[in-house]
């Protein structure tokens, strides 16, 4: 008979029976008998103690996104299970899995409004791929097996796992056995030869296809095979702003980000493409526009492992159901060569209009304040375009996600969907932690960084080496810009006024400068990448910079504004 | 796109919280749930939902992919009125001392095919299955008695298919399995 141990030891040793060396967590009362017995283990499980919970979820984001593997996440009930939220909600959205561990009340006080109770389960059931509540310590390494399962199978995505503390104390005998069948759950389908068929008939007769490629061509690792896929077709490549570095930015094929502020020639050929070949993506509005203007001229060949994405947003001709990476290397016999140099000219066009009409004046000004833009290009370049891009969001995520290169995959690390203000700084951190060997470069605004500042004394406890670029133009410029372009330039509570961020992070130990002007510039970015550690610069940015190309909200994909006054015209 | 009364079908584990795993997606789209009823199936340790909505098809076909997406949720079904067949069950409670007053009782009671299940000194229990007009009949009928009681269940369904899909699919499941291929 094996040795009888309590819960909270159980989920210590299933934590680390599942390949977890490293948590993010904060300690609280509903999760102590987990963080005593966690004092027995740190040799063997790393725990980093964040500075708010949310941070903590956002760091277990940044490392799940670079590792591939589950980012993992203990905190304790009540208010500390109401700060994950967001973090759980940006993670479903972004398809990234986390193994969330929650205290909650002794099981007799459920339900009782005890101290620090809340229903979790109940409220994160919409924003977790399962929620599941322990109430007896036997259950807890079934459910530990089961809540990586399906984490990190399929589409992934986060679970939580809420412990009453009744079940931390409570004794077992542990074992433990890894989940790898729940028969109500199909994470990897088998493939459908017909359908491999009927997508490569619409492939092989397309005249002008596009390949969008999305986040899920990251998570199932499938880069080579949609370069060996698109070079033996000869077909162009758009990315997500997700799908970013799923294809390095200097292929012969590739040609630019989809979106919003996406690339024009990704965009406009959407609309004159007669074949759209949809990998790993779900067509977010940010990329679709209006749907009802969305590529009404193009057959939509839509491959996904998670079958509830067909049809959703936009109207498929032929889907294909499973994981990218083997519907790919199933799909390439099927394909015939081609060659479609006209319409790849097509892109380059645009990119010419683009670069003179946008990059030109964004990138490379030689009057006036900083733009982000400008910023964004020097970093990329100075780290060989090999960093992993951090960014928070709003401008300095557009910017920063168009204007840096990519050379390696998983190199872009955002908040997409959910577009989460704050994500960035704590998901740097855990992208440092997943990525060592890496450089990363985070980049801000002076709005998001201040929405999780706080996680600057996790960087300075752990000596994170994180670079952090703060675009700053006192405003929450995103937004500025929209009241500019839409709103009749009445600028709502949206200019900010500003703390001294070079004391504040000097206050955590962390080097930072100024930086004033663009003539300091290339030399502040040198010292910030050659400075051993975290380094931060308070970057002095154009508060009337804009990003472009922008596609208006509701507007059709090919409705480009190329400035505030003009308009992308199809020659 | 015009509406029309959707019945969905879930069959799931028997888990703590699936209900509201399942309204909750009901809810995110404004639909209102029509009519809902759980019960275990005839299969152990599986359980059935069924739930009408008015909507059309393409949302519809949106829910049922989504409550399916559900990791304890096995299978979901999505049927027009055509394809089951399904019942409802209905309780009245009238004063004994009005219907008592009523010459054509008895006609009611026959042409409704509705069946009286309690008589007391002050009420009377009727009962009647059949569909929601059919009910709703009856209740029009019996309004003229001053109905003191009136309830409604959800719908119940059985398909008119000769197959039984979600035996189907436990048994590829387990086939599958079985040959290492899961």
């Known amino acids: 008979m094996n040795e009888r141990i309590t819960g909270a030891e159980a989920l210590i040793k299933s934590l680390i029976a599942e390949g977890v060396n490293l948590v993010f967590g904060y300690p609280g009362g509903a999760i102590i008998p987990v963080y005593d017995k966690l004092y027995d283990y740190t040799d063997q499980l790393k725990h980093i103690l964040v500075r708010h919970e949310q941070g903590a979820t956002h760091a277990a984001q940044g490392y799940a996104r670079v590792t591939g593997r589950p980012g993992v996440v203990i905190v304790t009930s009540g208010p500390a299970a109401t700060n994950v939220i967001t973090g759980l909600s940006d993670a479903l959205m972004d398809s990234t899995p986390l193994v969330v561990i929650t205290g909650q009340v002794a099981s007799s006080f459920l339900g009782s409004d005890a101290f620090q109770e809340t229903d979790v389960v109940g409220i994160t059931q919409p924003i977790t791929k399962w929620a599941y509540q322990i109430r007896r310590a036997e259950d807890i390494p079934w459910a530990v097996a089961r809540a990586f399962y399906i984490a990190n199978t399929g589409r992934p995505g986060p679970v939580v796992l809420d412990i009453a503390k009744d079940a931390q104390n409570g004794l077992l005998e542990w074992s433990h056995q890894k989940c790898t069948y729940i028969r109500s759950y199909i994470p990897y389908p088998k493939i459908n030869d017909e359908d491999l068929k009927a997508a490569a008939d619409i492939i092989n007769a397309a005249k002008r296809p596009m390949i969008l490629s999305g986040h899920g061509v990251m998570i199932s690792g499938a880069e080579k095979e949609l370069a060996a896929f698109a070079e033996k077709a000869d077909i162009p490549v758009t990315a997500t702003l997700l799908g970013l570095s799923t294809m390095p930015s200097d292929h012969r094929l590739y040609k630019g980000m989809l979106g919003m502020h996406g690339n024009i020639g990704p965009n406009i050929n959407t609309n004159r493409s007669d074949v759209i070949i949809a990998i790993g993506m779900r067509f977010d509005d940010r990329v679709t526009g209006d749907t009802s203007k969305y590529a009404p001229q193009a057959k939509i060949v839509h491959i996904d492992i998670d079958s509830s994405e067909f049809d959703k947003n936009i109207k498929t001709d032929a889907t294909i159901h499973g994981d990218a990476r083997e519907v790919l290397e199933k799909l390439l016999p099927l394909i015939n060569p081609a060659e479609h140099s006209e319409?790849?000219?097509?892109?380059?066009?645009?990119?010419?209009?683009?670069?003179?009409?946008?990059?030109?004046?964004?990138?490379?000004?030689?009057?006036?304040?900083?733009?982000?833009?400008?910023?964004?290009?020097?970093?990329?370049?100075?780290?060989?375009?090999?960093?992993?891009?951090?960014?928070?969001?709003?401008?300095?995520?557009?910017?920063?996600?168009?204007?840096?290169?990519?050379?390696?995959?998983?190199?872009?690390?955002?908040?997409?969907?959910?577009?989460?203000?704050?994500?960035?700084?704590?998901?740097?951190?855990?992208?440092?932690?997943?990525?060592?060997?890496?450089?990363?470069?985070?980049?801000?605004?002076?709005?998001?960084?201040?929405?999780?500042?706080?996680?600057?004394?996790?960087?300075?406890?752990?000596?994170?080496?994180?670079?952090?670029i703060l675009l700053n133009n006192n405003f929450l410029g995103n937004v500025r810009q929209w009241q500019e372009l839409f709103f009749n330039s009445r600028f709502s509570q949206t200019p900010m006024v500003n703390p001294d961020f070079v004391a504040i992070a000097n206050a955590y130990g962390i080097a930072a400068e100024n930086v004033e002007t663009r003539e300091q510039l290339d030399d502040a970015i040198a010292r910030m990448l050659n400075h051993k550690g975290a380094y931060m610069l308070n970057v002095n940015i154009d508060p009337t910079d804009m990003i472009f190309p922008m596609t208006p909200a509701g507007a059709a994909v090919d409705d480009i504004m190329l400035n505030a006054n003009e308009k992308f015209q199809i020659n | 796109m015009e509406k029309q009364l959707f019945t969905v079908t879930v069959f799931s584990e028997n888990q703590v919280g699936l209900l509201n795993q399942?309204?909750?997606?009901?809810?995110?789209?404004?639909?209102?749930?029509e009519s809902l009823s759980v019960s275990p199936s005839s299969i152990e340790g599986i359980h059935k939902f069924t739930i009408t909505t008015w909507s059309d098809r393409v949302t519809m076909e949106k829910v049922v992919k989504q409550i399916e997406k559900r990791i304890d949720v096995l299978k979901s079904f999505l049927y027009t009125d055509d394809e089951i067949v399904y019942q409802e069950i209905a309780l009245y409670k009238v004063p004994t001392e009005q219907l008592l007053n009523e010459k054509n009782l008895e006609g009611i009671i026959r042409r409704h095919n509705a069946r009286i299940l309690e008589i007391t000194k002050e009420y009377t229990v009727i009962e009647k299955s059949g569909h929601n007009d059919e009910t709703e009949a009856l209740f029009e009928e019996l309004k003229n008695y001053d109905i003191r009681q009136f309830v409604r269940s959800g719908r119940v369904a059985i398909t008119k298919s000769t197959q039984e899909y979600v035996t189907m699919f436990l048994e590829e499941q387990a086939r599958r399995r079985a040959e290492g291929l899961i």
């Open chain 2, 22 to 33: 399942i309204s909750i997606i009901y809810t995110r789209r404004c639909l209102n749930i």
């Open chain 1, 343 to 468: 319409w790849l000219k097509t892109f380059d066009e645009c990119a010419k209009v683009e670069r003179e009409k946008v990059i030109e004046r964004e990138v490379f000004r030689t009057e006036g304040t900083m733009t982000m833009g400008e910023v964004a290009h020097k970093v990329s370049k100075a780290t060989g375009d090999k960093a992993v891009l951090v960014t928070d969001v709003g401008q300095n995520q557009m910017f920063s996600s168009r204007y840096f290169r990519y050379t390696d995959p998983k190199s872009i690390l955002t908040s997409g969907g959910l577009g989460t203000m704050g994500f960035g700084l704590p998901a740097s951190i855990g992208a440092k932690m997943g990525a060592p060997e890496r450089t990363v470069c985070f980049f801000t605004g002076d709005g998001g960084l201040q929405m999780t500042i706080q996680e600057l004394g996790t960087i300075m406890e752990y000596g994170t080496d994180v670079k952090i």
